[in-house]
């Protein structure tokens, strides 16, 4: 599975940004994570299945929502409230099975990263 992530980009402390990711066929689970300059990488969100189970990170405090699009095999993370502190580069992720983890050695598959700055 190859992946395609796009819509980072600069934003101010409280805007919105929307990530997209295109898979190159249909995969079970996709989703989020992220690194932040000196900082380990961190689980962001994923979504489960066609019915789309979500999970989110415990910092994401209901500020973030990951959506799926089954017929274009997309994943779609669209952030509101941003804060600085978000400021990383954020990777797609997918794997194989219908499956959560946080864990990131748990996704087969990582997209090539977009940067997301938030300014204060």
């Known amino acids: 599975v190859q992946l395609q992530a796009s819509g980072g980009g600069l934003v101010q402390a409280g805007g919105s940004l929307r990530l997209s990711c295109a898979a190159s066929?249909?995969?079970?689970?996709m989703g989020w994570f992220r690194q932040a300059p000196g900082k380990e990488r961190e689980f962001v969100a994923s979504?489960?299945?066609?019915?789309?189970?979500?999970n989110y990170g415990a910092f994401v405090q209901g500020r973030f929502t990951i959506s799926r699009d089954n017929a274009k095999n997309t994943v779609y993370l669209q952030m509101n409230s941003l804060e600085p502190e978000d400021t990383a580069v954020y990777y797609c992720?997918?794997?194989?099975?219908?499956?959560?983890?946080?864990?990131?050695?748990?996704?087969?598959?990582w997209g090539q990263g977009t940067l997301v700055t938030v300014s204060s």
């Open positions: 992720v997918a794997v194989g099975r219908l499956e959560y983890s946080e864990n990131d050695r748990q996704y087969d598959y």
């Open positions: 066929f249909r995969i079970d689970t």
């Open positions: 979504i489960v299945g066609s019915g789309g189970v979500t």
